[in-house]
C-alpha cells in the first residue's frame, strides 16, 4: 500500500458479520450445503446456482450489453468476488454468456443487494429465485453512490479482493496522488449516460472511471496505449491514467475491469464542436450561391501542396485552423506511438507483402458482402438513394481491382500501433485544443485484432470519414421533412462537399506537415495516395453496410463517399 494514503476503506471478506437477515428471511437452508458452511458461502452458492436464469433478463435490458440482436441460449457464473465496505454488499459477477449461433461473451456486472426491492424498476435488478415464495433483488451496483466511493477508494489503496476462482485487484498510479486522496474526502459520482459498450463515472470533475462491460484475457488496449502513452512519451493531449481494476483467474491471466483516468474539462466532443461551426456555415452559406465550379477538381493530396484560398478561409471560418490544429495533433500521437522502438508492443515494423494480402483479402471480403446487401434492399430504399445505389454498384469491380493493387504494393509503408477507431466522437474540445480519448478499438473486433499494428493512414481515414459524416448530417435533417426542390438539394450537397473538401485538406496538410518524414508515413507520394484511398475506401464501404443494417435514412453518405474515390477512375 502505497503511503500517504489513509485507511479509509477496509474490504475483508472472511471477516463479515452473519448474514442472518438473510437466513432468517430466505430459504437459503434448503441448499445442499455442508453443515460447516458458513452463512455467507451458503448465499454465494446459492447466487451462482440462481442467476444463470434471473441474468437473460436483466442483460437485454441494459445498454451497454452488445448481444441484443442475439438469442440468449444459457448464462454461466463464471466467478463472484465480494466486494463489501459497512452494510453495503456488492459483488463483481463475471458471467459467459452463450448464444443459440456464434461466439459467447463474458460480461462483468457489479451488483449491489437490496434490501428492500420492491422500489427498483425490473430493468435495474436481478431478481433471484430463493425457494417457492421468496427471492433475493440485487440492484445494478453503478447507480449506488456508495459502491461508487468504494471503487475510487480501493484503486487509491491498491486492495486485492478474492473470489471463487480468481481476485479482484485494484492499482493507482503516481497520477492518482496529484489529482485526489482519500484523506480529502469523498468525491460525488455521477453515471454519463452517453456510453453505451462501456459504463463511465465521473467523480466531482475530478476523475472518471470507466468499466469495461465485455471482458476479454489479456491487455486491453485502451489501458494499455494509455499507460504508454503517459510513462514512455511527451504526448499529454490524453487524459493522464491514474489506475485501474483488474480481473487476475487462478491461472495468473488477467482481463480489465476498469481504467481509472483524470477528468479534462471540455466544452463537449468534437463531433458536437464541428456541428455548430457546421451551422453558422450552413447559415451563411445561401448569400455565397456556391456552384458545382467551385469545388475544387484536384486530388486531396494535391490540395495539401497548395495555400488554402482566402475564399474558403472567409466561408469556413475558423473551423480551417481547429481542423488542422486537430492534424497537428493526430500526427503527434501516431509520433508518440511509434518513438519507443525498444518496446516490441509498439517498435514500428514493415507492412510486409503478408500483412498486404490479409488486408486485400479482408477488403474486397467487406466489399463482395455490402454490395450483396445493398442489392438486396436497393429497392427498399428512398427514391433518390435507390437511383444513388444504382450508381454505386456499377462501381464493384473497380474496388474489387483498387484492393487488388495493394496486395502487388511494395514500398517503405510501416505499421505501428495506432487509437484503432479515429472519428470525431473520440476527441474532446477542451476550448483552444484537441484531448484524444478510448483507445479501446472497435469493440466488436476481438482484442487480440485491436492491438495488431496497423498503418496509421487508418485513423487519418477514420477522421477524414467522419468529416464527410458531419457535412452531410445537416442535409440530411432537411430531408426529414417535406422533400426541398431537386435545387435546393444540389445547392446543399455542393456546400457539404465544398466544407468537406476543404475542412479535409486543411486536417491533412497539417498531419503530414507534423509526420510525412516518420518512417510509418510513406515517402512515395503516389504510395502514400494509394494506401489512403484505399483506406478511406475500406471505411465507407464498413458504413455502407452499417447503415443498411441500422440507418438506412443514413446511407447516402457512404455511398457518396464511395463514389467520390471510385468515379474519376471511371475515366482512367
Known sequence: MEQGFSPALRLRVLRLQPLRYLTDTLAIRQLAMPSNSSPEETFLALLKSGLPQALPRFLTGQRWFGGKARTIRSAEILDIVPFFSGTLRSYFILAQVEYTSGPADTYDIPLVLAHDGTSLKDSSCVRVSAGSSDEIVLGDALTNEQFLNQLLEAIAEGLSVPGGRGRVRAVGTAALRSLWQPSRGPLVPSVMNREQSNSSVVYENRLVLKMFRRLEQGLNPDLEIGAFLIAKTSFRNVPPLAGYLEYLNGAGTSAALAMLQGYVANQGDAWQYTLKALAEYYENAPRWNLGANDLPDATLLELCGEAIPDEARQRIGSYLDAAALLGRRTGELHLALASVPGDPEFAPQPFTAPDRQALANSAIQLLTANFALLRRLRNELP??????????????????????????????????????????????????????IDFEGEPARPLEERRKKRSPLQDVAGMLRSFHYAAYAPLLQQESGERPPREELRAWANRAQYWQRWVSAAFLKAYLEVSENSIVIPQDREELALLLDLYLLDKAIYELGYELNNRPAWVRIPMDGIAQLLQPAISN
Open 383 to 436: 427514391d433518390q438513394a435507390r437511383d444513388d445505389a444504382g450508381q454505386v454498384l456499377q462501381l464493384e469491380e473497380i474496388a474489387r481491382r483498387r484492393f487488388q493493387r495493394l496486395a502487388g504494393l511494395r514500398g517503405s509503408a510501416m505499421v505501428t500501433r495506432i487509437h484503432g477507431d479515429y472519428h470525431l466522437g473520440q476527441v474532446l474540445f477542451t476550448g483552444s485544443d484537441f484531448v484524444i
